[in-house]
Structures are given as structure tokens and as C-alpha cells.
């Protein structure tokens, strides 16, 4: 399934995992022997934030207890599922290099020589709330996102301002003869005007040539099918280009009405379309978090619509007065220089290092990574080593495994190929040895940001949720171009930019020079204009994992592995199984891979066993776990095969602890409370973490695992 590009064959790919896990059993002190040893194991963990976090790590807890995890050999994340499988992959890594030997990180402290106090776990318990460490208040979160807009904003109305003050300067907007044909009686207008007269025009004269040749019958004909394709591409230019050219038209009959009616407050007067905008954006913004069913609704397409108008009207109004000031003041010098370093603060700012997508990343980090010695005093501080530990080095051949893939997205709206145009994506992985995907092929990791990706910035992208043009499973309110607009413009994005490491000629050269991913390349076309987000560019914008698979099921089928866990905790309080029915499709689509389930997941929908008052009340499922067949077909010299696919999944059931129930008594929507909610508190994190712990314990024991 690799890309005729790669540089890497993905059979090649997967023999070089292979090695590195040899090598990772004999770390551990796995020693199957025979048929078993060529058995592969593998966890996926799904995305769902703080949630699916706190859930897998009670999954990965009873599988311990059951002896499983020391036997599992691949750990395929993504978003949220992340976070824990870096934590896991991290404690691993710091007391593999202590000289331990193998032992699971987040035992309970009832096991045997455990410290309560001062344990992995016990941290974990106390820093559920990550965004908000000690020292930081929420006004520090918004301090960080109105830096963040309010430079994003000024840059882009810098360039405005300036592309103004050239047009003055070249007196585009003053009235002048028009240059169309049979129109010189008529009253001057600006260029504009004519520009946008003209573009009706062209598509006035279009439609009366597809008229007449239609007079002839051409539809069989190649030349017919050409020229119909053509015409509908360029007439809908023509009406774009109609509308920009009539707005900034009429830029100079805003500034004159505002000067004749409203005099000395030209600036408030043009910055109200703009607030407006403003708001708009921002109630955008939450509305889009709710998920897929945001984007939906004709009232919704009219709100996004006025709210992008409103936005860019105002905003070329308040260039087009600052330009005019600009034009007649008498120290334009020092307009120039303003200009000019917000400008050059736009070319110069490093995207990846200023976005909210790099505090996400270093609250992520100082919660599931910390130092040792935060974990020993059980209080935060800043994650000094894992800010520095390249991803390659903390799950290599001579850890302890599992062998860890980390699940991205990458955004290819705009690709030739329509899968992926369709999908708004495809699967990217980033591991100890290679990074990519089918989209731009498989290439070594230390291609990927010179070499230099921290486990804790692959987990951050993986975890990028909210992002432009990306959204959950490819569906969602942020695949509308104009919610992306108003994102782009504000700079409300957690995507990380990264040179392509697929690409070749001038692009390669272009991306070279510019190390730095900023607000002109690739920021400007393909972040705010969203165009060219395909394959074969300089930059590729990688986003949450989740935009493409929330399971973390794909490349663990992609590697025919034998016996899958599955923690499930994404959000589904209706029971559409969203997530899965997606990675279903996919792997159908691209490995030829069907999975089949004895009773097609019946037992795990809420309120299919109703026979206790608890079981009536909280709407319990029969069970909270499930048992598949992967069938996998014959492929590249292996024979079809057959593999078992064992799902937990965030649901009640009868016989759980008391205090699981009382948490659910006190939280209507547990256990699916809001994807948003990433400030869990101890409790909090104790319910979703009992609960993955019984529900794995039950399916362990109901199906005599290992």
C-alpha cells in the first residue's frame, strides 16, 4: 500500500519493526518460544483526551494484572490515547536506563513494593487538570491565545495595509475613464469597479457561447466533455472574482459615508463589522468543539457566511483607513517602520514554537512526562528532560517496548488523489524508525524536523484537535472553508508544520531556505487561504490523529498483527460507534481487512441489560467489552489469516464498585463526558481509571486471558 515515491517499501518497513521488537522481548524478558513467538500483540488506544487517557490507563492496569502486557509488542496511539501510551513509553524509558529490570509503571499501590505517595500513579492521579499547572491560571491560557490572535491579526493586516498604501500610491481607487469599450459616457469609476463589471461581463459572454455550443451536439465527443469542464471552473472565478473586486469597490463609498455621517469616528465605526467578526469567530470556535453535528444546518452555513463577511469587510475597512491616514500623514516614516516590524515579526516568528499548539504541548509533557524528581516529590515542575528526548531515542531496540507508533493526520484537502481529497487526509505515523504514510510514502525519522521530534511534540500533533480545514474522521464544522478561514485568520490552530520529507525539486530547495515555518510560507496560502494542502508541497500540516483514524486500529491491521487490545473511550454518548464503523470502512477499503463480531456489538449498547434499579437507571450495557475475528486476506506472500480483535469499551455495567456509580449518579454524562472537558480533577480521573480497570479485569476473566 506505499506510495510510488517512497523511499522506504512498507514491507521493508515492517521487517525493520520487526527487529527492533526481537531485540525489545529480549529486554523484557519476553521468551515465547515456537509458534508463539511469531505472534504478534499489539494495543491500540483511542483518542478522547483526558478521558481516553485516564480510561486506558485502567485498561493497561488489568492487563498487566493479567500478565498480558509484558507479552505486547506493538502500542498504536493517537490524540488522547497518546498521552497515556507516552507516559507508559517514558517511564519505561527512564527506568530502563536506571538499571531496572522490567516492571509496569502504573501498578497499583496495593502490589507489591509500590509507594503510594510517590509513585507514576499517584502523579497521574494529581495532575488530571495539566492545563492549569500550579502557577498558571486560566488567565495565563488566555493570555497565551490572545498573544497568539492578536499577532496573527496584525501580520495579515500589515500586508492589507500595505497592498492598500500601494494602490493609493498608483491611485487605484480614484475614479478614472472606463477602459471598457462603448463605456466612456459613463460617470469615472475606480479599477475596481471596472475589474469587477468586467468579470460579469466575462461570465454574461461565457454563458452565451456554452449556449451556442450546445447548438451542436458534443457530448460524446472528448472535446465537448473538455470544454463543459472548463466552463464551470472558470465561471465560478468569475463570480469570485466579481465579489472581491466589488468589495474593495467599495471601500472608498464606506470611507466617504462614515466621514459625512459619522465624523472623528471613522476607526469605531469601522471596527464594528470587524468585532462582529470577531465574535462570530470565537462562538465559531466553541461551536466547532461540540462536534460533527456543529457544522450541520442551513442556519449554521448562514451564520459561518455572515460571520467570514462580516470579518473580512471590516477588516479592509480598518486597512483601508489606515492606509489612507498613512497616504496624508506627515511622518509616513514612522507608519513605514510600524508596518515593517510587525511585518517582518510575521516572516521571522516560528509557527510551531508561538501557536497555543506549543503550550499544549509542554502541559502534555509536564503531566505524562515529568522529571523523576516531580514524580518523587509529587509536585509539578517544568519537564526539563522530556523537552529534549528525541522520540527515536525513547523506544529504540534497546528499550523495553512496546514498540510505539504515533498516529497524525495530514492535511490533503486539496490532493489529486481522491481518497485522500475525500478523507481530508491520510494516516501519518511518526516511530522509532520511520515516519509517513501511504499519501507521501514511508521515510527514515530522522527526516521528520531534522531528526530533532521529541516524544513529547508527536504526541502534542497527534493530540492537534482543533485545526483548519481537519476534523473528526474527515466530517466535521472545520471542513467548511470558511470556518477555516476564520480560524486561519486568527491563528486558532494546534497542527504542527513540517518539511515534507517527500518532496523534491524547487519545492524542496524553497523549504529548505525557510527552516521556520511562518506566517507567509506556508501560513499565507495554504494556513489562510487553505489551497495547495496536497502531497508534493514544501509543507505538510500534520493534525490530531483522530481527523483520520480515533481508534489507532489502521496501522496495526496495515501490519497484520495477530491479537489486538482495543481501548475505546472516545466520546459516543449516542452509541453510533462513529469511530469504529470509520476504521472499519478504511481498513476494508485499503487492506482488504473485514472484522466480524459474534453478536455485531449488541452487548456493549447502553441499556441493553435492564434488569437491576442501577441497570434501569444509568442505562447499563450487557457488557463493557467485546470479542472480534480479523480476517485478513492473503497478501504480498502471506496467506489469509485470521487475528482476534478484544474491545473495551467506556460503558457501565452491573457489578462495579459503589464509587463508580456514584460518580455517575452526580454525572449525567459519564462515561462519556465532553471531549472539551481537559481539567479532570482526582476524582475524576479515579472514575474513568476504576472503571477501565474493572472492565478489563471482567473480560480477562470471562475470556481466560492471556
Known amino acids: 500500500m506505499t506510495n510510488e515515491r517512497s523511499a522506504t517499501h512498507f514491507a521493508q518497513v515492517q521487517q525493520d519493526e520487526l527487529n527492533v521488537i526481537n531485540n525489545q522481548r529480549l529486554n523484557r524478558g519476553d521468551n515465547r518460544q515456537g509458534d508463539e513467538a511469531k505472534k504478534i500483540t499489539g494495543i491500540a488506544i483511542s483518542g478522547g483526551g483526558i478521558r481516553s487517557a485516564s480510561f486506558a490507563l485502567g485498561v493497561l492496569q488489568g492487563l498487566n494484572k493479567s500478565n498480558v502486557l509484558r507479552h505486547v509488542d506493538y502500542l498504536s ?10 507516559s507508559l513509553t517514558w517511564f519505561n524509558y527512564l527506568n530502563k536506563r536506571s538499571g531496572s529490570s522490567w516492571s509496569f509503571p502504573f501498578a497499583s499501590e496495593n502490589d507489591p513494593g509500590q509507594d503510594a505517595a510517590h509513585s507514576p500513579l499517584n502523579y497521574l492521579r494529581q495532575h488530571g487538570n495539566y492545563l492549569l499547572p500550579d502557577g498558571l491560571s486560566s488567565l495565563s491560557l488566555l493570555g497565551v491565545l490572545l498573544r497568539n490572535m492578536t499577532l496573527a491579526a496584525s501580520v495579515y493586516l500589515a500586508v492589507i495595509v500595505s497592498l492598500f498604501f500601494l494602490c493609493f500610491k498608483l491611485q487605484l481607487f480614484q ?29 454574461g459572454v461565457t454563458s452565451f457561447m456554452y449556449a451556442w455550443m450546445t447548438w451542436r451536439k458534443l457530448g460524446t465527443e472528448e472535446r465537448g466533455y473538455r470544454g463543459r469542464f472548463w466552463f464551470q471552473r472558470a465561471q465560478g472565478k468569475f463570480i469570485f472574482l466579481a465579489f472581491a473586486f466589488g468589495l474593495l ?3 472608498p463609498i464606506i470611507d466617504k459615508f462614515i466621514d459625512d455621517q459619522l465624523a472623528g469616528m471613522a476607526y469605531m465605526s469601522t471596527s464594528v463589522p470587524a468585532l462582529f467578526g470577531v465574535i462570530g469567530s ?16 442551513p442556519m449554521t452555513e448562514i451564520r459561518i457566511l455572515l460571520t467570514a463577511l462580516l470579518l473580512i469587510i471590516g477588516i479592509l475597512a480598518i486597512g483601508y483607513q489606515i492606509a489612507q491616514d498613512w497616504g496624508l500623514s506627515d511622518k509616513q516614516w514612522l507608519y513605514g517602520v510600524v508596518i515593517l516590524g510587525v511585518v517582518l515579526s510575521g516572516w521571522f516568528v516560528n509557527l510551531n514554537l508561538f501557536g497555543i ?23 509539578w515542575e517544568l519537564a526539563t528532560q522530556a523537552d529534549v528526548a528525541f522520540f527515536s531515542d525513547v523506544s529504540g531496540p534497546d528499550q523495553w517496548g512496546p514498540y510505539h507508533i504515533i498516529n497524525a493526520n495530514t492535511v490533503l484537502v486539496d490532493s489529486n488523489n481522491p481518497k485522500y481529497r475525500g478523507r481530508a487526509g491520510d494516516n501519518f505515523i511518526m516511530s522509532h524508525l520511520y515516519c509517513g504514510g501511504d499519501a507521501i510514502g514511508f521515510y527514515p525519522m530522522s527526516r521528520l524536523s531534522g531528526g530533532e521530534m521529541t516524544l513529547a511534540t508527536a504526541v502534542s500533533i497527534s493530540g492537534a484537535a482543533l485545526n483548519p480545514n481537519a476534523a473528526n474522521s474527515g466530517q466535521g464544522a472545520t471542513r467548511n472553508r470558511l470556518v477555516a478561514f476564520l480560524l486561519a485568520f486568527w491563528n486558532i490552530r494546534l497542527g504542527f508544520w513540517v518539511q515534507n520529507p517527500a518532496v523534491t525539486g524547487w519545492r524542496k530547495v524553497l523549504s529548505d531556505m525557510n527552516k521556520r515555518p511562518n506566517f507567509f510560507y506556508p501560513g499565507f496560502f495554504q494556513g489562510l487561504l487553505g489551497q495547495d494542502l496536497r502531497e508534493n508541497v514544501g509543507y505538510l500540516e500534520l493534525t490530531d490523529g483522530g481527523h483520520f483514524d480515533n481508534t489507532g486500529l489502521y496501522e496495526l491491521i496495515r ?14 454518548p449516542k452509541f453510533t460507534l462513529d469511530d469504529i464503523g470509520s476504521v472499519l470502512v478504511r481498513i476494508n477499503v485499503d487492506f482488504g481487512v473485514t472484522v466480524t463480531f459474534n453478536d455485531e456489538l449488541e452487548g456493549l449498547m447502553p441499556g441493553s441489560d435492564g434488569e437491576s434499579v442501577y441497570a434501569k437507571r444509568f442505562g447499563f450495557s450487557r457488557m463493557g467489552y467485546d470479542k472480534g475475528t480479523i480476517h485478513y486476506p492473503a497478501h504480498g506472500g502471506e496467506p489469509a489469516k485470521q487475528g482476534t480483535l478484544y474491545i473495551v469499551r467506556a460503558t457501565l455495567v452491573k457489578d462495579l464498585p459503589a464509587q463508580i456509580y456514584s460518580y455517575r449518579a452526580q454525572h449525567e454524562e459519564f462515561p462519556n463526558q465532553s471531549t472539551n472537558d481537559q481539567f479532570f480533577d482526582e476524582t475524576q480521573v479515579e472514575a474513568y481509571r476504576e472503571l477501565g480497570l474493572r472492565l478489563t479485569a471482567q473480560m480477562c476473566n470471562a475470556l481466560s486471558l492471556p
Open 249 to 251: 469597490a467599495l471601500l
Open 282 to 297: 470565537i462562538f465559531e470556535f466553541f461551536q466547532q468543539k461540540k462536534g460533527t453535528e456543529a457544522g450541520k444546518g
Open 175 to 203: 475614479p478614472m475613464p472606463w477602459m471598457l469599450p462603448y463605456l466612456s459616457h459613463w460617470q469615472p469609476a475606480s479599477l475596481f469597479a471596472q475589474a469587477a463589471l468586467s468579470m460579469v461581463l466575462l461570465f
Open 77 to 86: 496511539t493517537v490524540s488522547g490515547g497518546g498521552y497515556i501510551g507516552s
Open 559 to 572: 501490519r497484520r498483527v495477530d491479537t489486538i487490545y482495543f481501548s475505546s473511550a472516545g466520546a459516543d
Open 357 to 379: 499548539g506549543r503550550m499544549d504541548r509542554d502541559r502534555l509533557m509536564e503531566a505524562f512526562m515529568p522529571n523523576p524528581a516531580a514524580v518523587g516529590n509529587n509536585h
